[in-house]
Nanobody, 121 residues
């Protein structure tokens, strides 16, 4: 069973930085596509950043965070990170870690419990 545990959220002033971490277990991490999503009440969960090894190691970001957020991974620690700089109040959300292995049978799709990020103006 895949398990994801997020950490690193908190309260920060606008312009500040946070680094989120997500520790994965229960599957082969180097074959896993990793992503960060965020959600606020009343809105759809949105993709923030992703790193897809199944697509040749591609990295993609939402337009709203390009140039400010960076996704990275440490395969030795089975951990993915989201470095968030120049934070804005509109970045406030519950951030979720996501792991996918589309070629397993059945396909793997796992979520963490979420970590809260609140940015004050």
């Amino acid at each position: 069973q895949v398990q994801l545990v997020e950490s690193g959220g908190g309260l920060v002033q606008a312009g500040g930085s946070l680094r989120l971490s997500c520790a994965a277990s229960g599957t082969t991490f180097i074959f896993s596509d990793m992503a960060w999503y965020r959600q606020v009440p009343g809105r759809e969960r949105e993709l923030v950043a992703e790193n897809r090894v199944s697509s040749g190691g591609t990295t993609n970001y939402a337009d709203s965070v390009k140039g400010r957020f960076t996704i990275s991974r440490d395969n030795a620690k089975n951990t993915v990170y989201l470095q968030m700089n120049s934070l804005k109040p509109e970045d406030s959300a519950l951030y979720y870690c996501n792991l996918r292995r589309p070629f397993t049978i059945p396909p793997t799709n796992a979520w963490g419990q979420g970590t809260q990020v609140t940015v004050s103006s």
